[in-house]
């Protein structure tokens, strides 16, 4: 049976939830699928012994896990050698406008230019705003630069702006690049 690896960094979940249900798509097209992540990978992990890897990090402070960079430059030659992908998750991806949208690109592309990695498939992907799991200075913060964005301020709820159509189109995609490589 085909294996893929799809290994993430996340900071609040939403990346991790986008792992899922990526997992759940590829799994759902007859894959054998192995979730990992990478700040906490399983002894002995060898993205070698998988046909196809996904990368996912989410976007803090204006740059993704460096754990994540870490994963990436030391299984470099895998990664270029097998189907690969990479999905990056922020909230500036939330952006209806797309000159609103091109930090989240541009830090992406900066994320493939910084490792030398060359995925077959990269997506700007929309997080979520959690301020129910905040601390205090977080929230407070996470609400200023929303404000300043013209986001959601109101710090009673949380706000979901991954599109999850998206995330299954982009995790279809990849089982196509898995075939043409069988």
Not at 33 to 52: A, E, F, I, R, S
Not at 56 to 74: E, K, L, N, P, T
Not at 137 to 144: E, G, I, Y
């Amino acid at each position: 049976m085909t294996r893929v690896l799809i290994c993430y960094g996340t900071s609040e979940g939403q990346t991790e939830a986008i792992a899922e249900r990526m997992g759940d798509v590829v799994g759902g097209e007859g894959y054998e699928v192995t979730l990992t992540h990478l700040k906490h990978p399983p002894d002995g992990l060898d993205p070698g012994t998988y046909d196809g890897i996904v990368v996912g990090a989410s976007i803090h402070g204006g740059s993704h896990q460096r754990y994540v960079g870490s994963f990436v430059r030391d299984h470099l030659e895998t990664l270029n050698r097998r189907p690969s992908a990479f999905f990056s998750v922020s909230l500036t991806a939330a952006h209806d406008d797309p000159g609103e949208r091109e930090p989240a690109t541009a830090l992406l592309e900066a994320f493939l230019d910084e490792t030398g990695w060359n995925p077959d498939g990269t997506l700007a992907v929309a997080g979520a705003l959690k301020y129910s799991e905040y601390g205090r200075l977080k929230r407070f913060v996470m609400r200023w630069i929303a404000g300043r964005a013209s986001g959601d301020t109101d710090t009673a709820r949380d706000y979901e702006y991954t599109d999850w159509d998206d995330v299954e189109a982009f995790a279809r995609e990849f089982t196509t690049l898995l075939r043409a490589d069988a």
